[in-house]
């Protein structure tokens, strides 16, 4: 039999899913993931921790990946039994998602994976919209809580694809609120700290003693080793035992494992990164503001989110070009999304980017 129609055994919330778009477009310059334009570990390193794990490929990774959350434990300042290790943290957003359900609560535009991940699940989403500076609409958010009563609240900050940071105030309100005994309907905050590196702000860990309703997630991916899929969440040991019943078993690799930790004993050289990162991102901000017809909002991230007058055919023009951006157009109105590249990547963008105008 041929002509089964594969799509009538879908589920509905399922066969009405979109994938998430994750271009791999043959480009010269890539700038559309987000990603760090330098590998986080050197060539050296890395081989001895390949050669090391090449010998027991035979043998499942250590499943609770001791070594490296007593690494991650340290750096946080958080107790290993605090920290639960995903396949990024990808998998760490659908195992919150398949241990409380939702509704899930996220502002738009955000991380789709939040939306994706809900609706695959079949859980129920409630979106509320950035305010006209980005920041969370607090009175339409806390309204929402006391409506809805979400199992989950997802809040990425810095914000993708926006890329500020959303006012510390006002995620303390949600959290607050969200723990509030009069509601005696709490929720999960997860506060997604996967451009944190980048702010300069303060990250939210600090607040983990305090609310037991706070989770924060953190991420390998934005600083430099992207490839070992790789990331964490942090949380009270009641939380972090309830998602880990949901985690499969073996989810990080060996050879993901002994990379970071090697990695991680080097945070010298990863902060040296992020900090060209972040002085890239100043001096590209400020020469995209000076191209007419471009407007780049401020960035607490890795990228920078900017308006054009026709983002689909500026996108068109820019990977004619070979240079590969994020189109966030469907998002974000005549939007796009430039990662920050090395020195002479980000030249080569705005060069193509004025002539593609
Ligand atoms: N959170 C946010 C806000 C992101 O932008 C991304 C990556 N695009 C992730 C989480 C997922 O990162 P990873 O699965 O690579 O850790």
Partial sequence: MKDINIASLVKPNVRSLRAYQAEEVPCKVKLDANESPYSAISDQRSAISFKENLQTLNRYPDPEAKKLRGLIAKEFRVKPENILHGNGSDELIYNLITTFGGPVLYPVPTFSMYGIISQALGEGKIEIPLDDKFDLDIEKLLKAIKRYRPKLIFLSSPNNPTGNSFSTDRISKIIESASSPVTRHPSLVVVDEAYQAFSGKKSFLPLLKKYKNLAVLKTLSKIGLAALRTGFLIADAEVINEVNKVRLPFNVNSLSQAVAIEALKNKKQMRSYVSSIVSERKRLVNEMRKIEGVKPY??????????????????????????????????????????????KENEVFLKNLKSSL
């Fill in 298 to 343: 401020p960035s607490d991230a890795n990228f920078i989110l900017f308006k054009v007058a026709n983002a689909d055919a500026i996108h068109k023009g820019l990977l004619k070009r070979g240079i590969l951006v994020r189109n966030m157009n469907g998002a974000v109105k005549d939007c796009l999304r430039v990662t920050v590249g090395t020195p």
